[in-house]
Structures are given as structure tokens and as C-alpha cells.
């Protein structure tokens, strides 16, 4: 197994923007010390539910910070990013790390963000597989062009080229956040592993890898191509570690609802369409209950049980819902000294 940190550079209520992204770096630089595989970062505009506008860019700092942990996108909302200018990004940040880059795309919501970066509403209702195809073909051919709805360009050579690391392996690791059964079948199509939200508990988790598995094999994927890229799943979470499972339940249900409040009510629909926000207390409760929250025991225990009935090895692991910098790290320190070491 194994488990990373999922970091959003969340704005807790009374904290400015640098506060929140020094947070985010130092989690980062704190997660490859306490040994653990991977940071994942958020990507978000205009809200203070997380104040990291570019997660490719935040990666590459990380990148240049760290010398063995992998650093991904969790995710580039692909639908205000041009797919060719994102692939390039990707292609520069696999070669120069050595190949320690995964690029997580997703398709973000209908928000004001549309407007302000000219994508427009369609760019998240229709163009999304059409985007998809162009940055997956940028990360996988030498000479590209595209004649769709939204993307149309002659044909151009793919500089740089993402197989020419000098290690021989191929394109970075690319994978697909879904939340619908459509967003499963576009990845199981692909080939793409999935990245699945910290909002669901195992049972959906299960339903969609299967789902994805029965998708990926009547598009016409090998078994054994399916169970290699099946391994490459990712499941998001929030952990909070104590010596004792009521206090880091405690210390998520003083500082989530507040974070949860101010950053969630903060998006706005590019067209109007009316929203619903979730109870920011019940859903703090729900996320102690699906999540490793308590004990370093009982958050092995739930880790290992997601594992097993979900058939997820990778984690990304939300570490900073105390909203307090000493407490992140220690947190941190922790799912890497005691957690790790039972799973292991």
C-alpha cells in the first residue's frame, strides 16, 4: 500500500493566503521526511476552500524541494487549461524530476471560473472528452493536431517528448478524477487509473472500480493491462491522528465546519444554477467516520479495510484539517512513523 498526503493550502477562517500556502509547502517537504510516497495537490480559484490556483505549478516547487517523494495534481481542472499547454507542463515536470510527476486531470464544476479564463459553460458540459483526447495524445504520440468542436490546430511536433526520459519510461502518469459513472466509463476507456473523492465511503468505492474494471475490458484492454493499471487507483481522504480516537474526532469537528462554511459557500455557478451545500458538521462527521480519524491502530485498521473491499492501494490523505501548521506536521510525522509501519 501506499499512502500519501492530499493537500488543498485550505484558508481556515482568521488565516490569510500565505499562512495557507506555507502550510501546504512545509506538509509537503514534512511528508517526504516522514517517509510517505506521495503529496497531491488541490487546484481551486477565487475561494478560500483552497488557495492554490495552479496545483502543475505548486508541483514543480515541490518538485524542486523533494529528491524521492512523487508529487501529483489532484487535480489540473482541465476545462480552463488549454490540453497542449498542460501536456507540455506534465512532459517538462516527468523529464526534470526524473519521472516523479502524476498528472490528475478532472472536470471542476460549472463555476465563475469558466467566465473569468473564457472556456465558457461548454467547455464543462460537452468538451471535456474532446480535451481529454488531446492531452492524452500529446502525452502519447510525437506530432499532434486536432480538428474537434474546441480544438482545432494543425498538426505540430511534441516538444518536449515525454518518452525521452533518460530512464526509457514512457509518459507521466496520468490519472482521471471521477464522481459519475460516466466520468468511470471515460476512464476505463482510456486506460486511465481513477483518483475517487474523500466524500464517499468503501461501497461506492467498490461499485465504481468494478464498474471501471467491466469498462476497461469491453473497451478493449487486456486482463492483465486492467489489473496493472487497477493497482494505479487513488483514494482521497482525511486523516487525524491522537492517542485517543475521541480527540481527533474533536480536533476535525472545532476546525472543519468553519473551514467547510466559509470555503464551500464561496463558489459561484458561472450561469446561476441553483446549489446545494452540504451540512458543514454532519459532513465533518461523516468524513471521521469513513476516514482514518482516531488511534494510529485504528487508522491502519481502516486503511487496510478500505484495501480490501475497494481493492485501492494508493491513498491521498487530507492531514491538514486542523488548520494549524505545528499540528499538520505532527500529524504528518505520525502517519509516517505509526501508521505506516502497520501496514507495511
Not at 89 to 107: D, E, N, P, Y
Not at 259 to 286: F, I, N, Q, S
Not at 330 to 337: D, T
Request: with cysteine; net charge neutral.
Amino acid at each position: 500500500m501506499r499512502v500519501g498526503t492530499f493537500v488543498l493550502a485550505a484558508q481556515f477562517p482568521g488565516q490569510g493566503h500565505s499562512e495557507a500556502l506555507h502550510r501546504a509547502v512545509r506538509s509537503a517537504e514534512v511528508a517526504e521526511e516522514a517517509g510517505l510516497d506521495a503529496v497531491w495537490l488541490a487546484e481551486h480559484h477565487f475561494v478560500p476552500y483552497g488557495v492554490c490556483p495552479s496545483a502543475i505549478t505548486l508541483a514543480a516547487l515541490l518538485l524542486g524541494r523533494t529528491r524521492r517523494i512523487r508529487v501529483g495534481t489532484a487535480v489540473s481542472v482541465l476545462p480552463t487549461a488549454h490540453p497542449v499547454a498542460l501536456g507540455e507542463q506534465a512532459s517538462l515536470l516527468h523529464i526534470t524530476s526524473g519521472g516523479r510527476f502524476t498528472l490528475g486531470v478532472g472536470r471542476g464544476g460549472p463555476w465563475v471560473d469558466l467566465e473569468v479564463f473564457a472556456a465558457g459553460l461548454k467547455a464543462y458540459e460537452r468538451h471535456f472528452p474532446e480535451s481529454l483526447d488531446v492531452l492524452l495524445r500529446w502525452l502519447r504520440q510525437d506530432r499532434v493536431g486536432a480538428d474537434g468542436e474546441r480544438h482545432r490546430f494543425r498538426e505540430v511536433p511534441v516538444v518536449p517528448r515525454p518518452d525521452e526520459l533518460i530512464d526509457g519510461s514512457s509518459a507521466p502518469e496520468t490519472i482521471l478524477a471521477c464522481t459519475s459513472a460516466r466520468s468511470v466509463r471515460l476512464a476505463a476507456a482510456h486506460g486511465l487509473p481513477m483518483l475517487l473523492g474523500m466524500h464517499c465511503g468503501d461501497d461506492d468505492k467498490a461499485e465504481m472500480t468494478a464498474l471501471w474494471r467491466s469498462e476497461a475490458l469491453a473497451a478493449g484492454h487486456t486482463p492483465d493491462e486492467v489489473a496493472r493499471i487497477a493497482e494505479r487507483h487513488v483514494s482521497a481522504g482525511v486523516v487525524q491522528l491522537a492517542d485517543h480516537t475521541q480527540d481527533a474526532v474533536e480536533t476535525l469537528l472545532k476546525a472543519l465546519p468553519g473551514w467547510l462554511r466559509h470555503g464551500l459557500d464561496a463558489h459561484v455557478t458561472v450561469d446561476g444554477r441553483p446549489r446545494a451545500m452540504r451540512d458543514p458538521y454532519a459532513y465533518t462527521e461523516l468524513l471521521c467516520r469513513l476516514h482514518p480519524v482516531g488511534t494510529p491502530r485504528l487508522a491502519a485498521d481502516r486503511l487496510a479495510a478500505t484495501a480490501e473491499r475497494t481493492g485501492i492501494r494508493r491513498f491521498a490523505l487530507l492531514a491538514e484539517g486542523s488548520g494549524q501548521l505545528a499540528a499538520t506536521e505532527e500529524n504528518v510525522r505520525r502517519l509516517g512513523a505509526e501508521v505506516l509501519p502497520l501496514l507495511r
